[in-house]
Structure formats: C-alpha cells, structure tokens
C-alpha cells in the first residue's frame, strides 16, 4: 500500500497477556518510530528504528515492553503482562530519512486492557 | 530538555474566520518544526515540514511560520471551514542528547462552527 499499515487496529485484551502490534512503513522509507497516545494525553515517543542502526529505546516505559524491525522493513511492538494502564493508541510512522525528514503516520492500534 | 507547548488547547471559531495556532519550543537548537492535524480516532496527518533554515511554508490555505530565536511557530489558517475541525499538532526534531525522536506538544483542538 502507498501508507503506514498497521494492525491490529483494535485489540481488547485481558490484564497480564502479551500483546503484539504490527507495523508496515511505507516501502523504502528508512525510519521508523513508535509512539502511544493515551486518552487526553500528548504523544508520547517509545523507539525509533534508524537504518541498520541500533534503535533508540530511551523512551520504552519498562522492560515489558520490546520491539523489533525485520529486514529494514516491518516492526512489531510487544507488550508482555499487560496492564491496564497499557491502554492507549499505539502510533507508527515512518520517513524516508534517518533523521529529519517528513514523518508519515498510520492510522493506529486501539489497545484496551481490561 | 526540549518541551513543547501549544496554545490555546482549544478553540471555537465560525466559518470563514482566519485563525492563528501556536506552538512554543524551549530549545532553539531544533532540525524542523512539522505541524500535524488528527481527525478523532485516526492518525497524524502531516500538513506541512519547516526546515529550521526556513521561515515559513504555504500549502492553500495554510500557512506556517518559524522563529527559532524565539522558540516559536505559528499555524495560519485562512477562511477556516467546518472540514478544518480537527486537534492541530507541532513537533520538533532537535539535535543533541542521544535521541533524534520529534517531541509533541500536546495539540489545540479547533472546532469550526458552520
């Protein structure tokens, strides 16, 4: 597709299960970030994934949470023993430079824990 | 640390008015400014990317302005329509620290009464 596909775009899940969130940037684009949106609340920054870089995980909340990018291309965000305040919109975006350039956002992950 | 600001957090216009929204940023050492609208439930749209070697930027009835000296940004909205209603974002990019994340301010969100 011409955009940032991500999925799911809805996830209810129960307190202390894993969740994973996927995103697909746009083709060729080298950057790409994680940011969460909670209800009423700025965007906050989670990781950033530069080229074949080591990414930038300063902004990961604790160590339940981890992401991965396979072969430059696609990311997923993990979310272990989830919790209710996990609940937020999960944000991808990608940009054709490592650094600076434009940003394309998806459309988001809803995830509700109960 | 670089913070962002953004006011006001909302606001209600009638159709056709020309409206200014404001972003504030606390370190002046920033790569760009890039404004972003959010429609409920979806995600960032980009609207338009100011170089820090810029002033500003146009694209049809926007209008974005840059003063890094100052530490601000101005989104103009001309002859505003009810299709203009949506939360508006800054971020920035900055250098320095160890991170090349964009820092958010938390949005206005712009009602435009037909």
């Known amino acids: 597709g011409a955009g940032v596909s991500q999925s799911p775009s809805n996830k209810v899940t129960e307190k202390g299960k894993d969740v994973e969130l996927r995103c697909d940037p746009i083709?060729?684009?080298?950057?790409l970030y994680w940011y969460r949106q909670s209800l009423g609340q700025g965007l906050e920054f989670l990781i950033y994934?530069?080229?074949?870089?080591?990414?930038?995980k300063s902004g990961l909340p604790s160590d339940r949470f981890s992401a991965e990018r396979t072969g430059g291309s696609v990311s997923t965000l993990t979310i272990q023993r989830t919790q209710q305040e996990d609940s937020a919109v999960y944000l991808c975006?990608?940009?054709?430079?490592?650094?600076?350039?434009?940003?394309?956002f998806g459309e988001g992950s809803r995830l509700t824990v109960l | 640390k670089q913070e962002v600001t953004q006011i006001p957090a909302a606001l209600s216009v009638p159709e056709g008015e020309n409206l200014v929204l404001n972003c504030s940023f606390t370190?002046?050492?920033?790569?760009?400014l890039q404004w972003f609208r959010q429609d409920p439930g979806k995600g960032l749209t980009s609207l338009l990317l100011?170089?820090?070697?810029?002033r500003e930027q146009t694209s049809g009835r926007l209008n974005a302005s840059l003063d890094k000296s100052s530490g601000r940004s101005t989104l103009y909205i001309a002859a505003s329509q009810p299709g203009d209603s949506a939360t508006y974002l800054c971020?920035?990019?900055?250098?320095?620290?160890?991170?090349?994340?964009?820092?958010f301010g938390t949005g206005t969100l712009l009602a435009v009464q037909p």
């Open positions: 975006a990608s940009g054709d430079r490592d650094f600076g350039g434009e940003l394309f």
């Open positions: 370190d002046s050492a920033i790569y760009n």
């Open positions: 994934f530069q080229g074949n870089s080591a990414p930038d």
């Open positions: 100011i170089q820090s070697s810029q």
């Open positions: 971020a920035v990019a900055s250098y320095g620290g160890a991170t090349n994340k964009l820092i």
């Open positions: 083709s060729g684009h080298t950057a």
